[in-house]
């Protein structure tokens, strides 16, 4: 019993945000701070993945163009559509139409597509 008390003490402490020591922390922005950057880059904030958390999305000049390597590309070029080639043989994709990462593809790099993933 006598321990209680100092229990107590110890989880509320826990409980209380830690406060920055630097005045110019900017590790955490504001939502409208935020939007505003990502509007600045030529995008929009979108909820995306299986939490639908608010992400900057910007959307490719060169999205479905046909490709065979990242490079070809302003983002990712990929095989979106099951069934995905074999890793390692080759293949044509296209460029990624967004810079979100969730979801179901492959990436190729010169002419042949690395091994599918899916992101949630």
């Given at each position: 019993?006598?321990?209680?008390?100092?229990?107590?003490?110890?989880?509320?402490?826990?409980?209380?945000?830690?406060?920055?020591?630097?005045?110019?922390?900017?590790?955490?922005?504001s939502p409208t701070s935020a939007a505003?950057?990502?509007?600045?880059?030529?995008?929009?904030?979108?909820?995306?993945?299986?939490?639908?958390?608010?992400?900057?999305?910007?959307?490719?000049?060169?999205?479905?163009?046909?490709?065979?390597?990242?490079?070809?590309?302003?983002?990712?070029?990929r095989v979106d559509d099951a069934p995905?080639?074999?890793?390692?043989?080759?293949?044509?994709?296209?460029?990624?139409?967004?810079?979100?990462?969730?979801?179901?593809?492959?990436?190729?790099?010169?002419?042949?597509?690395?091994?599918?993933?899916?992101?949630?």
């Amino acid at each position: 019993m006598r321990f209680l008390p100092v229990l107590i003490a110890v989880l509320v402490g826990a409980c209380q945000p830690i406060p920055s020591t630097d005045a110019g922390d900017t590790a955490v922005s504001s939502p409208t701070s935020a939007a505003a950057d990502c509007a600045a880059r030529g995008g929009e904030m979108k909820p995306v993945g299986r939490a639908q958390t608010l992400q900057c999305v910007v959307t490719y000049a060169d999205a479905g163009k046909r490709c065979t390597t990242g490079s070809d590309c302003l983002g990712d070029c990929r095989v979106d559509d099951a069934p995905f080639p074999a890793a390692g043989s080759a293949a044509v994709g296209r460029c990624q139409a967004e810079s979100q990462v969730f979801g179901c593809y492959a990436r190729l790099e010169d002419g042949k597509p690395t091994p599918a993933i899916c992101v949630d």
